[in-house]
């Protein structure tokens, strides 16, 4: 029974028990719907994180486990309620109209170009009867003795109708900047209209402009469906009557019982405490930053958008879970943000009591996105998704719950992936085009709205000039294309191959780094040993390398740790004082690619043991000198080992062992004096690149003595090495 339900809302025959719902196509509003038909036919209740990431097989076990709800029952309908509290979401959307009365920032401007002729009365009793239907759309709100709350008229005007040739192809579009320019007043009806302009009996604009205070994506979906039905039923003459829907007065009820649960007072908390973690502000261009947005529209092509889907299904992930990641990573390139305050508006409907009602019931999640440059983009896609999948655990708990003032929006970034049905608004044989306003008030200073369209994804960017420039606007829409296609094609790559090609393009051309002659260390050192193989590299009190010999005692020790450990190293703590074997584990790790974490010796063990939790490498190495001090660290949770070189007269040669990968050359941590250390990591490239600096303009390319000085947990000690061993 489960299959068959799956197998008709995905248009899927014959699905497996092993199957899962987002390899199948799923995504997270198919999965709302499948949460819906669950609870119609077997009455329990199934969280939507279980269906998205669950075996079908599992999910049949759980519904006889599965409680008949996790929420309070759908409240019994008030029909002829007329007045009663405002949801959640209604209410923070008032206290910020109240604040900025004049701001149009959350009225839904959506333009359709007609091509067909349309029955304006038809479409008049349409509309009529729509608002007939859902009591919502009549709402205005006004301050009670318990709250903000939300009162249904009777009545409400909806429909505007000009006549023909009263506004013409080549004012139309001035009209509708005056429409969707004016501010509505929450205190009155009338937050939803429809304003229908024909050019003569066969051409015009309909215009539909609301406040989101009365509707969201969901509901926008079954207003379409039902002015279709309507239309089509007046036109052929046999307009059927419409069951009344439910009312948002419902949901707020509703609201009040869940919020005041004991099931709601755990998880307000423990969301708080998950979104609690800090966020990077995206500072304004100008001093006193105004709200005006400017709309770039770009698309993804069909064979894209369809090469994103399929790539879900592999990796069972949705759609939603793929875009958002490349926004991110777009967002960090252009803005240099590696944790921006990004949110995203959720259905919230968790009920199937809901389905039906419009009105705004949608809430906003935080997204914790952070994005790595140096880790692999398939990688960094992966752990972002299951990152999305935790804050989304939380979108039962009202925004207005979660963040610190109602007076600040929260987010800087907002990333929608409309759920809206634009397709269901069909009139008759006409051809409704889908348009966008070349200015509006901006929510935030990014919105990121992708539209599904039968042509591929459109993609709606909605910037603030005073955040974010014209031209950084078209390179976020570039990169956020291509990081898909890298993701797709090359998901080993680092997001700093995606960032590179921008960032350096922002550079006039005199002052671009110059190409590197390698941008690895260890090929460097190993092209100076060709040059030099008998030049003296290396002199400490015991002992005297050539660059031959010291090449081939880091050969040595990257076989041995090769073979010893095996090809998973990614990270090696340094526990050393100097000398030889120091000197040769740096040369080691770095032919292996392998990420270095020195350890500064004459740190607190308090200290030390912090650092090895943040790093957590995989192998820590120190010196027969060094041992008696790492006891006083405790238990090591790692595998320790000791560096023994061979002994002097031992016959060795250079094996140019050489391990591809793009991990960080080393990663560096702070003393912890403010009371954590915190850990940077520096890739091969950067040092690289200062010391090519150092060897043209610095002036020190000639050969030379350095007497190695700084700690060696302290970068400058990188530069003292390195720079001495490429020179």
């Given at each position: 029974r ?8 995905l248009?899927?025959?014959?699905l ?7 390899a199948?196509?799923g995504d997270?509003?198919?999965?709302l719907r499948f ?13 939507i994180g279980?269906i ?18 996790f ?10 309620a007329r007045?009663?509290p405002a949801?959640a ?5 008032w206290?910020l109209n109240q604040?900025t009365p004049d ?5 839904t401007?959506f333009?359709f170009?007609?091509s ?9 009793d349409a509309?009529t009867?729509?608002l ?6 009549r709402?205005?709100?006004?301050l009670?003795?318990?709250g903000?709350?939300q009162i249904i ?5 909806a429909?505007y ?16 900047a005056?429409v969707f ?7 009155r ?5 429809v304003h229908?302009m024909p050019?003569?009996r066969?051409n015009?604009?309909?215009?539909l402009?609301?406040?989101h ?5 969901w509901?926008?979906s079954?207003?379409f469906?039902?002015?279709a039905?309507l239309y089509?039923?007046?036109?052929g003459?046999?307009?059927k009557p419409?069951?009344p829907?439910p009312s948002?007065?419902d949901?707020?009820?509703?609201q009040?019982?869940?919020?005041g649960?004991?099931?709601?007072a ?5 969301a708080?405490h998950?979104?609690a973690?800090?966020r990077?502000?995206?500072p304004a261009r100008t001093l006193a930053p105004r709200?005006?947005?400017?709309i770039l529209t770009?698309?993804?092509?069909n ?9 879900g299904?592999a990796q ?5 879970e793929?875009?958002?990641p490349?926004?991110?990573?777009a967002?960090t390139a252009?803005t240099?943000?590696h944790?921006?305050?990004l949110?995203?508006?959720?259905v ?8 039906e009602i419009?009105?705004m019931l949608a809430n906003?999640?935080?997204?914790t996105l ?5 880790e692999?983009?398939g ?11 935790a804050?989304?655990a939380?979108?039962d708990?009202?925004y207005?719950?979660?963040i610190e003032s109602a007076?600040d929006a929260?987010?800087?970034f907002l990333?929608v992936l409309?759920n809206?049905?634009?397709?269901g608004?069909?009139l008759?044989?006409?051809t409704l085009d889908?348009a ?7 929510k ?11 042509e591929?994804l459109?993609?709606v960017w ?9 031209s950084?606007?078209e390179a976020l829409?570039?990169l956020f294309?291509?990081?898909l296609?890298?993701l797709l094609?090359a998901?080993?790559?680092?997001l700093?191959a995606?960032?590179?090609?921008y960032?350096f393009?922002?550079l006039p ?5 110059p190409?590197?002659p390698f941008d690895?260390?260890c ?5 100076q040993?060709?040059?030099t193989p008998d030049a003296?590299?290396?002199v400490?009190?015991?002992a005297?390398?050539?660059?031959t010999r010291?090449l081939a005692?880091a050969d040595?020790?990257?076989a041995?740790?090769?073979?010893t450990y ?7 703590a340094l526990?050393t004082?100097?000398?030889a074997?120091?000197?040769v ?6 032919k ?6 020195p350890l500064d010796t004459?740190?607190p063990?308090?200290?030390?043991n912090q ?5 957590q ?8 000198e060094?041992e008696i001090s790492?006891s006083?660290l405790?238990?090591?949770p790692v595998p ?10 031992a ?6 062992i050489?391990r591809a990968g793009?991990?960080p050359?080393y990663?560096?941590f ?9 850990g940077?990591?520096?890739?091969d490239?950067?040092l690289?690149?200062?010391l090519?600096?150092h060897?043209?303009?610095g002036g020190l ?7 190695q000085f ?5 970068d400058?000690?990188f530069?003292?090495i390195?720079g001495t061993?490429t020179?």
């Open positions: 489960l299959l068959a339900l799956a197998g008709a809302l248009g899927q025959a014959g497996a028990g092993s199957s899962r719902f987002t199948c196509g997270s509003l198919l999965a949460r819906f038909a669950i609870q119609r036919e077997f009455g329990v209740d199934l969280p279980a998205l990431s669950a075996p079908f097989a599992q999910l049949a076990e759980g519904l006889a486990k599965a409680p008949t709800s929420y309070p029952p759908f409240p019994a309908r008030q029909d002829d007045r009663g949801t979401e209604q209410t923070r959307l206290l604040r701001s149009t920032a959350y009225n401007p333009i170009r007609v067909g002729e349309i029955d304006t009365d038809a479409l008049a509309v009867g729509v007939a239907r859902h009591p919502g759309l709402a205005r709100f006004a009670g003795l318990e903000l709350e008229e009777a009545e409400a005007q429909f109708a000009y006549q023909p040739g009263q506004v013409r192809i080549d004012t139309w579009e001035a009209l509708a005056l320019a004016t501010p509505f007043d929450l205190s009806s009338g937050l939803f209209q229908w050019f003569d066969e015009g604009v309909l215009l402009h609301a406040h205070s009365v509707l969201d994506g509901s926008l079954v207003i469906r039902d002015i039905q089509t039923e007046i036109c003459g046999e307009r419409m069951a829907a948002p007065l949901v707020a009820a509703w009040r019982v869940w919020h649960s004991r099931a709601y755990q998880l307000q908390p423990a708080r998950h979104f973690q800090p990077e502000f995206l709200r005006a947005a400017q770009t698309r993804l092509p064979e894209l958008w369809h090469a994103v889907e399929a790539y299904r069972g992930v949705t759609p939603f793929t875009l958002a490349a926004f991110a990573w967002i252009i240099g943000l944790r921006p305050r949110a995203t508006p959720v919230n409907r968790p009920l199937d009591g809901f389905a419009v009105g906003t999640v935080p997204l952070d994005s790595r440059p140096t692999p983009l990688e960094q896609a992966q752990r972002l998704a299951a990152t999305l999948r804050d989304l939380f979108q708990v009202a207005s719950d979660v007076a929260g987010f800087d990333f409309e809206t049905d634009f397709a608004l069909r008759g044989t006409t889908m966008f306003p070349a200015q509006v008030d901006g935030c200073p990014l919105t990121l709205t992708l539209i599904p369209i039968a591929g459109t993609c909605e910037y603030q000039p005073d955040y974010l420039s014209p950084q606007t829409a570039d294309a291509v990081g296609h890298q094609a998901p080993e790559q680092p700093t995606l960032m590179a090609p960032r393009g922002l051309p005199e002052t671009r780094p190409v590197l690895r260390i090929d460097w050192i190993e092209l040993a060709d040059r003296l590299a290396l400490t009190p015991d005297t390398c050539s660059y010291l005692l040595h020790l990257a041995l740790l090769l073979t095996g090809a998973g190293l990614a990270r090696v526990y004082d100097g000398g074997e120091h000197i584990a740096l040369l080691a790790l770095a292996l690619n392998v990420t270095i974490v004459s740190y063990a308090a200290i030390l650092i090895l939790s943040q790093a490498p995989d192998l820590l190495l120190y010196q027969p060094t790492l006083a405790g238990v090591i320790v080992d000791r560096l023994n070189l061979p002994a002097a007269d016959a060795l040669s250079r094996q140019r050489r793009n991990r050359l990663l560096l702070t003393s912890g004096s403010t009371g954590t250390p915190k940077v990591t520096v890739p490239a950067t690289s690149g200062l090519l600096w060897r043209q303009a390319g000639q050969p030379a003595r350095t007497l700084s700690k060696l947990a302290f400058v000690s530069q003292e390195f061993l020179s």
